[in-house]
T-cell receptor
């Protein structure tokens, strides 16, 4: 899982499997955002979930948010080799987006 | 057309030099940001500007000075570069504060 001070996590899965990664935060938030970063590239926005929402879907992506536990999860269903990337959650509060260290996901064809 | 562009893409320089990184967005966004990503991929906000006004200035050494000549541009000038400044610097923008951010491709800075 991602937190402010933990080392990045790595996950290797077979193509077609689901990938789940978690993120936690410590402060109150307005929203939480998930981004993907391919090697050598900038971050690309995936989903934004607001603090009053509990679940959100976008294509093969499902994000949950539990504000009581200050945690979120990102599920990628039916993974593809092209999903290989680092995934970051950023929690927005106090006028800034604070990122965890990311989860490296490798999808093996 | 590139939404958020940065130049240069790579920057290799000697300790003590002064360098600038430029960022431009053509999305019409009001807010722009600078982030630093270290070798462990930890991404940290450095500065944020809203309509050319500085709104976030994290605990960044004052050798780093952002400049926003207009809403579409946010440049980063670094004086007296140090080895620890080596990182990837990302510019980003958003329509309004707190919403989806669009990132540039990054500038890879290596200080020797």
């Amino acid at each position: 899982s991602q937190q402010g001070e933990e080392d990045p996590q790595a996950l290797s899965i077979q193509e077609g499997e689901n990938a789940t990664m978690n993120c936690s935060y410590k402060t109150s938030i307005n929203n939480l955002q998930w981004y993907r970063q391919n090697s050598g590239r900038g971050l690309v926005h995936l989903i934004l979930i607001r603090s009053n929402e509990r679940e959100k879907h976008s294509g093969r992506l499902r994000v949950t948010l539990d504000t009581s536990k200050k945690s979120s999860s990102l599920l990628i269903t039916a993974s593809r080799a092209a999903d290989t990337a680092s995934y970051f959650c950023g929690h927005y509060g106090n006028n800034r987006l604070a990122f965890g260290k990311g989860n490296q996901v490798v999808v093996i064809p | 057309d590139t939404a958020v562009s940065q130049t240069p893409k790579y920057l290799v320089t000697q300790m003590g030099n002064d360098k600038s990184i430029k960022c431009e967005q053509n999305l019409g966004h009001d807010t722009m940001y600078w982030y630093k990503q270290d070798s462990k991929k930890f991404l940290k906000i450095m500065f944020s500007y809203n309509n050319k006004e500085l709104i976030i200035n994290e605990t960044v050494p004052n050798r780093f000075s952002p400049k926003s000549p207009d809403k579409a541009h946010l440049n980063l000038h670094i004086n007296s570069l140090e080895l620890g400044d080596s990182a990837v610097y990302f510019c980003a923008s958003s329509q309004v504060r707190g919403e989806t951010q669009y990132f540039g491709p990054g500038t890879r800075l290596l200080v020797l």
